[in-house]
C-alpha cells in the first residue's frame, strides 16, 4: 500500500526534476537512507524485529515527503536532520506507525521551516545538472544567479510591491505543472482506492472557499482561487499528506471535516502568515483536533 | 406468487467470491458405528441421562431431559446399546469437556413408534405443537442453536415470519440443497408456524445467487400467505436484525428483539425439522452437513445423524493428504476445531477441510478505515480495536461495543491482518466481568456500609442505655440520701450503747 502511495509520487517528482534538475534525485536519496538508517537503530535501541518496519514501506514515503517537500538545493544536512527529527520525535517515539498523532514528514518540515528558514526557502532558479546538484547539496555554494526565493515568497513580496497578481500569476508556471503531477498521482491513489476521496475533495474545497471569498473581497491585493491551487504544496498536500491515515480523522464525516480546514487553513496561513506555505502548519493543527472530531463525528450505529 | 422483487440492500458487508462448485444433491451418509451425544448444550445446564450403560435404546428414543427452559431433551440417534456415559470433548466454544451418553450401532436402525397426533395440524391447539416441538429437540438449525420452542412461547401479536434460507456464508450450501430438496417439507413447516403464530404473513428470503432453490420453493408455493423474496448476496444478509431491515425496513432497536416488534426469524433447516417433527412425529436425529475448504476433491452436503464424527463424512469427500485446518460452521463466523473425532451437533451446519497455510504476520493498525465501510452495523472498528486492546472498556462502550454482531467483516477486509473481531469478543467479555465486578463490590459496599452503621447504632444504642442505668442509679443513690441518715443515725446509736456499756463496766 506505501508503496503504491510512493509509486504515485512519482509524476509530480519527475515535474520536479524537469524545474529544480538532479537536487530531487539527491534529497530523496539521502532522505529514504537516513529513514533506513534512523528506523533501524531506533528499532535496535527498543530490542524489535527490524526487518517488518523496514519494508512496510512507511518510513521511506515520509522520507521522501520530506524530501520533496524541501528545496531541491537545500544542504544535504537539512533533509537528513529533517527525515531523523520527524521518525524520532514524529513516529517512533510514540511507538512506531500507527500511534502517532502528528504527520511525521509535516513535523519534520516545520522543526526545519522554524530551524533553518533561510535553507528552506532558497530554490534553485533553473534545471540544475547531476554535478551542479551535487556541489549545492554538498556544500559547494552556488553563484546567486542560480538561485531565487520561494515562489509563494517572492510572489508575496512582489504584490507587496503594487504588482497585480493576474500579471504573475504568469510566473508560476514551474508550480502549476509540479501540482498537476502530484494531482494525476492522487487521482491514481482514488482510482485504486489506496485513499478514499473525503480528505483530497474536502481540502481542495476548503482551498476554493476561502481563496475564492478573499479574491471576490479584494481582487489587487489575493491571487485568484486557480492559483492557490495550482501553488506551492496544494496538490501534494491534499493527496498525499492529509490523507496519511494514521494521523488523520478516520470517520467518513470526520474526514470532511478534517480536510476542509487544513484547505482553509492553508489559504490563512500563507496570505496572513509569516511563511510562505501553509499546508505544513495546517495539517499539523488539525492532526490535535482529530480525537475531538472522531469522537464527534461517529456513524449512526444500527439500531440507535 | 405476490413478492419476488429484489429487497433492498443494508450499508457494509462483504462480497465474498463463492467459488464452491459443488452439487447440490444430499448424500445419505453411511449409518455410524457409534454416536456420541453431548449431555451439554449451546447454553443452560446439562441434561439428566435417563438410560444407563448397557440399556437397548431405538432410534428417535428419549435418553435425556433437562428442565433448563432453554434446553431440549435428548434423543438416541441410532439403535443400539448404551456404552458409555462419560466425559467427552466437544465442539464447542469453550473447548470444555462435557458428559456425553455415547450409543454403539446394532446396524438395525429401529425405530420407535412415531406419534403422529399433530398431523392435521391445523386442529391442534398451537401450545400442543409448541410442546411438541420441544420434545422433539428442534433448535435453530442455522449456526445459533437457540432453541425454537422458546422463541415461539409467549409470542405476543407476531405479525411476520421470516425464513431465513440467505446462507449468506460463503461455502455453506446445506439449506440451498435442502430448499431444492424438500421444497415440500420447508413450505409445510412454514404453514405450521404461520397457524402457531397466528401471523398474517410469512416471507421467505433467499439470496439471488441461489436460483435453484428459489424456483423450487415457488413451484411448491400454494400459499398466499407465504411470500419467496430473493435478496442481493452479500455477506451478513443472514444476520436477523439486517434482514429485517432489508426485507422490512423495520430496524430493530439496539438492545430489543425482533419479537418486541411482532416479527420472528427461523431458519429453512429448522422449519423442516418442525415440519419432520409435526407431520411425521419424527425427532430431530439428523440434520444435512457442507463438507467442503480447499482440503476435499468433492464439496458435498450430508444428511448424517447427530453424532456420528466429523471423520465419518469427511473421509466419503475424499481428503488430500496435506495437513489441515478443520472449521466448523461457516468461513466467517464459524469454529476452528483441532480433531475428525469430534462428534456433529446440531448447529453443525458445515464442515471446512482447509489446506493448512501460514497466515500473514500482523501489522500495526493504521487506521485506514476500510473495516468502518464494510461494518454492517456502522460501528468504527479501528476505534473499537484502539480501546479494547488497551483494555478501556468504558471507551469501547462510548464507540458502541455491545453492537457488534461478530460477523468478522473487518477483520477481512483489514489490510494489516488484525483479528479485530476477536478484540471485541474479549473486550465484550472484559466488560462484562467488570460490570458482574462493579456490582459485587457495590453489594459488598453495601453490606459494609450497613455493618458499620449497625455497629455504631448498637454502641449508640448501648451507650444511651448506660446513660439511662446510670442516671437511674444515680436517682436511687439520691434517694437514699435519707436512708444513709438513718444508716449513720442507726450507727450512731450503737456507738453510744457500745460506749454507754463501756463505761458501765
Known amino acids: ?304 | 406468487m405476490p413478492n419476488s422483487a429484489l429487497a433492498q440492500e443494508f450499508q457494509g458487508g462483504i462480497v465474498i467470491a463463492n467459488n464452491s462448485s459443488g452439487s447440490m444433491k444430499i448424500v445419505q451418509a453411511p449409518l455410524p458405528d457409534s454416536v456420541i451425544l453431548p449431555l451439554q448444550q449451546r447454553i443452560g445446564d446439562e441434561a439428566v441421562a435417563l438410560v444407563a450403560v448397557g440399556d437397548e435404546v431405538l432410534t428417535g428414543q428419549l435418553i435425556a431431559e433437562t428442565t433448563d427452559y432453554f434446553c431440549t431433551p435428548i434423543h438416541a440417534t441410532i439403535s443400539g446399546i448404551i456404552s458409555a456415559i462419560d466425559k467427552q470433548i466437544i465442539p464447542h466454544k469453550s473447548g470444555l469437556k462435557s458428559n456425553c451418553i455415547s450409543i454403539k450401532s446394532d446396524g438395525k436402525d429401529e425405530w420407535i413408534s412415531l406419534n403422529q397426533q399433530h398431523k392435521n395440524f391445523l386442529q391442534s391447539p398451537p401450545e400442543k405443537l409448541i410442546d411438541a416441538i420441544q420434545a422433539a429437540g428442534i433448535v435453530g438449525l442455522g449456526g445459533g442453536g437457540f432453541p425454537t420452542h422458546a422463541k415461539l412461547k409467549n409470542l405476543t401479536n407476531c405479525q411476520t415470519i421470516i425464513i431465513n434460507g440467505t446462507e449468506c456464508e460463503p461455502g455453506i450450501m446445506c439449506d440451498d440443497a435442502l430448499m431444492q430438496n424438500h421444497p415440500l417439507e420447508v413450505i409445510s413447516g412454514v404453514e405450521i408456524l404461520l397457524h402457531i403464530c397466528a401471523a398474517s404473513r410469512a416471507i421467505i428470503a433467499i439470496e439471488d445467487d441461489k436460483p435453484a432453490a428459489f424456483s423450487a420453493l415457488q413451484k411448491c408455493n400454494k400459499n398466499q400467505q407465504i411470500s419467496i423474496v430473493k435478496i442481493p448476496t452479500k455477506y451478513t444478509s443472514g444476520a436477523e436484525k439486517l434482514l429485517i431491515k432489508s426485507l422490512l425496513n423495520i430496524e430493530i432497536p439496539s438492545g430489543s428483539f425482533a419479537s418486541d416488534e411482532g416479527i420472528i426469524c427461523q431458519n429453512v433447516a429448522t422449519v423442516k425439522a418442525i415440519s419432520d417433527a409435526i407431520i411425521e412425529g419424527k425427532p430431530l436425529v439428523s440434520r444435512v452437513v457442507t463438507v467442503t475448504g480447499s482440503g476435499v476433491a468433492i464439496p458435498q452436503n450430508y444428511e448424517v445423524r447427530l453424532g456420528a464424527k466429523f471423520a465419518d463424512i469427511i473421509a466419503a469427500s475424499k481428503p488430500n493428504n496435506l495437513p489441515h485446518n478443520l472449521r466448523m460452521g461457516g468461513l466467517m463466523m464459524g469454529l476452528d476445531v483441532e480433531n475428525i473425532g469430534l462428534p456433529i451437533g446440531k448447529i453443525s451446519n458445515c464442515i471446512f477441510v482447509n489446506n493448512a497455510e501460514k497466515k500473514p504476520a500482523e501489522q500495526p493498525c493504521i487506521r485506514c478505515g476500510q473495516c468502518n465501510l464494510v461494518c454492517p452495523v456502522g460501528l468504527l472498528p479501528q476505534q473499537l480495536f484502539w480501546w479494547s486492546k488497551h483494555k478501556n472498556t468504558e471507551k469501547a462502550m462510548d464507540y458502541n461495543l455491545p453492537d457488534c454482531i461478530e460477523c468478522r467483516c473487518c477483520d477481512f477486509v483489514c489490510p494489516s491482518h488484525i483479528p479485530l473481531a476477536q478484540h471485541f469478543v474479549a473486550a465484550k467479555e472484559l466488560n462484562y466481568q467488570q460490570t458482574q465486578q462493579q456490582y459485587k463490590t457495590a453489594i459488598a459496599k453495601k453490606r459494609f456500609e450497613f455493618r458499620q452503621f449497625r455497629l455504631e447504632r448498637n454502641a449508640a444504642e448501648r451507650a444511651e442505655m448506660m446513660a439511662k442505668k446510670r442516671a437511674e442509679l444515680q436517682k436511687k443513690m439520691a434517694n437514699d440520701k435519707s436512708q444513709k441518715a438513718k444508716i449513720a443515725k442507726a450507727l450512731e446509736r450503737v456507738k453510744t450503747k457500745k460506749d454507754e456499756n463501756n463505761s458501765n463496766i
Open chain 1, 1 to 304: 500500500m506505501m508503496r503504491q502511495v510512493i509509486y504515485a509520487l512519482l509524476l509530480g517528482v519527475i515535474a520536479e526534476f524537469y524545474f529544480f534538475g538532479w537536487g530531487v534525485f539527491w534529497q530523496i536519496l539521502l532522505g529514504v537512507s537516513t529513514a533506513i538508517l534512523v528506523e533501524s537503530a531506533f528499532l535496535k535501541i527498543r530490542k524489535l524485529p527490524i526487518k517488518p518496519v523496514i519494508t512496510d514501506g512507511s518510513g521511506a514515503l515520509t522520507a521522501m515527503l520530506l524530501a520533496i517537500s524541501i528545496p531541491s538545493i537545500a544542504p544535504w544536512w537539512i533533509v537528513v536532520l529533517g527525515v531523523a527529527f520527524a521518525l524520532i520525535f514524529g513516529k517512533q517515539l510514540y511507538g512506531g506507525l500507527g500511534h502517532n498523532p502528528f504527520n511525521p514528514a509535516m513535523l519534520g518540515y516545520a522543526f526545519l521551516l522554524i530551524s533553518y528558514p533561510l535553507q528552506m526557502t532558497t530554490w534553485a532558479a533553473e534545471f540544475l545538472n547531476f554535478a551542479q546538484s551535487f556541489e549545492a547539496i554538498f556544500g559547494i555554494n552556488l553563484p546567486d544567479a542560480l538561485t531565487g526565493a520561494t515562489k509563494l515568497d517572492s510572489l508575496k513580496t512582489q504584490l507587496a510591491l503594487g504588482k497585480s497578481a493576474t500579471e504573475l500569476s504568469i510566473n508560476s508556471i514551474s508550480q502549476a505543472w509540479i501540482n498537476l503531477g502530484f494531482l494525476l498521482g492522487g487521482l491514481y491513489l482514488l482510482a485504486r482506492k489506496i485513499i478514499l476521496w473525503h480528505i483530497p475533495i474536502a481540502f481542495l474545497s476548503g482551498v476554493l472557499t476561502i481563496s475564492s471569498l478573499l479574491f471576490l473581497i479584494d481582487n489587487s491585493l489575493y491571487l485568484p482561487p486557480q492559483n492557490h491551487l495550482l501553488l506551492g504544496g496544494t496538490m501534494l498536500g491534499a493527496f498525499f499528506i492529509a490523507t496519511d491515515p494514521v494521523s488523520a480523522a478516520t470517520t467518513p464525516k470526520g474526514r470532511l471535516i478534517y480536510g476542509f480546514f487544513i484547505g482553509i487553513l492553508v489559504v490563512i496561513i500563507r496570505v496572513f502568515g509569516g511563511y510562505p506555505d501553509g499546508v505544513a502548519f495546517a495539517v499539523l493543527l488539525m492532526n490535535i483536533a482529530v480525537p475531538l472530531i472522531d469522537y464527534y463525528t461517529q456513524p449512526k450505529v444500527f439500531g440507535q
